[in-house]
């Protein structure tokens, strides 16, 4: 009975972590054309949203420099 209860305890947290995951991923990928395109509430309060190459990302606030800009 314990290994039952073991094996199940394992499987939540082992499927937990695949939700997770999809859930960290899904909100890096949607995609925009401007910053205002993105969700606002999409990262933490320390980043900012930003749309980078048709996606929004969350990167640091400041001086954002382009090495290629085109």
């Given at each position: 009975?314990?290994?039952?209860?073991?094996?199940?305890?394992?499987?939540?947290?082992?499927l937990?972590?695949?939700?997770?995951?999809q859930?960290?991923?899904?909100?890096?990928?949607?995609?925009?054309?401007?910053d205002?395109?993105?969700?606002?509430?999409?990262?933490?309060?320390?980043?900012?949203?930003?749309?980078?190459?048709?996606?929004?990302?969350?990167?640091?606030?400041?001086?954002?420099?382009?090495?290629?800009?085109?």
């Open positions: 009975m314990t290994e039952i209860l073991k094996f199940v305890c394992v499987m939540i947290i082992f937990s972590s695949f939700i997770v995951s859930n960290i991923d899904s909100g890096g990928n949607r995609r925009c054309f401007r205002s395109d993105c969700p606002k509430n999409m990262c933490p309060s320390y980043l900012v949203v930003k749309c980078l190459r048709s996606n929004c990302k969350c990167v640091r606030p400041g001086l954002q420099v382009r090495l290629n800009p085109n």
